[in-house]
């Protein structure tokens, strides 16, 4: 979990943390997932991708938790 961690709190964005860690390769499907999740909670919510969070049927349920949490 260390490439997820250093990806997520030494990247310019949240793209390109989740982005380069998955390029590490290995276990693309948890480290993108840990390195998006830390990347998301550094950027803020809305710093993912809209091609990324359009995708996902969920997207506003899932901003409007995300948004609670932050309160």
Excluded: N
């Excluded at 990806?7 to 390769?25: F, I, N």
């Excluded at 995708?55 to 409007?64: L, S």
């Amino acid at each position: 979990m260390l490439c997820e961690k250093y990806h997520a709190l030494s990247a310019d964005s949240a793209e390109a943390a989740t982005v380069d860690a998955v390029a590490m390769g290995g276990d693309t499907d948890t480290i993108g997932a840990v390195a998006g999740a830390v990347a998301g909670g550094r950027f803020g919510v809305d710093a993912l991708p809209e091609c990324w969070t359009s995708a996902i049927e969920e997207t506003d349920e899932i901003r409007r938790l995300a948004r609670q949490l932050t309160r």
